[in-house]
């Protein structure tokens, strides 16, 4: 999370050219994750701090990187994987930082909210202050030096293994029966918010065909790799997460398989 992921996502989104479709979809990137974060704030509302926070990070994020665009680039290459890394921006920018923040700030349990605590949290995620710096250099149409690239693509080639090794190692359906309702309840909410985002993105959107469909496979995707880590970084310590995890996996392919059937 803090070598090879930067780096893939350095090597990744460097060069993005931001126009009116590429905000509109860091924008949904944005959004989709606020909205989830909010779902799994209310829907574990009578919950414990800690398992109140863990919802938060569980229901929400998006595996994009090392899930979604293996596909993307091999049946919508070009412009496809343009309209994914734009998403997947947006969606960065809360899975690898934001929410985690958030999340961190509400399974403390404290009442008092300090903003420059969140910033502390929020910028201690090197994945966050990566896609930021990204953003920050698209805005000014300023390209990393091709040394520094050169040794990020190196180095980030490492990261599917890495993450793919990380989700075999987690793939594991072990769970207690007091974390099993909550497994369920996950699942269902993610399912769930997963239908509405993308009838929303496909029916309410001025976006091209293809952008739309990008955005339905994204959405689609199983929950982020970090999910668990951060879940334990605010104190969780069952295997709730990390069995969420494996579900979103299965459910995902097949979902991925069906929307490819689809579109194709």
Do not use: W
């Amino acid at each position: 999370m803090n070598v090879t992921l930067p780096c893939a996502l350095l090597t990744s989104a460097n060069g993005i050219s931001l126009d009116a479709t590429i905000l509109i979809l860091i924008a949904v990137g944005i959004l989709s994750n606020v909205l989830m974060i909010c779902v799994g704030y209310f829907a574990a509302f009578k919950e414990r701090p800690i398992l109140k926070g863990t919802y938060m990070i569980n229901v929400s994020g998006y595996n994009i990187g090392n899930f979604v665009l293996p596909f993307v680039q091999a049946f919508f290459p070009g412009m496809g994987v343009v309209y994914l890394c734009s998403f997947d921006i947006g969606n960065a920018l809360m899975g690898l930082g934001i929410t985690y923040a958030v999340a961190d700030h509400v399974a403390s349990g404290e009442n008092s909210f300090s903003l420059l605590e969140v910033f502390k949290k929020l910028f201690s995620s090197i994945p966050f202050d990566v896609y930021l710096l990204i953003f920050i250099m698209a805005i000014f149409h300023i390209q990393f030096p091709s040394f520094l690239l050169s040794m990020a693509t190196t180095i980030g080639a490492g990261n599917s293994f890495l993450a793919m090794m990380m989700i075999g190692l987690m793939l594991e359906i072990k769970v207690s029966p007091s974390e099993a309702y909550h497994v369920i309840k996950i699942m269902i909410l993610r399912i769930v918010g997963t239908i509405l985002v993308a009838g929303l993105i496909f029916v309410a959107l001025p976006l091209p065909i293809l952008a739309k469909q990008i955005l339905i496979m994204a959405c689609c995707a199983p929950l982020s790799t970090v999910s668990a880590v951060f879940s334990q970084r605010i104190g969780y310590s069952g295997d709730m997460p990390a069995t969420t995890n494996s579900l979103s996996i299965i459910v995902s392919i097949v979902c991925m398989v069906i929307l490819l059937l689809i579109f194709i």
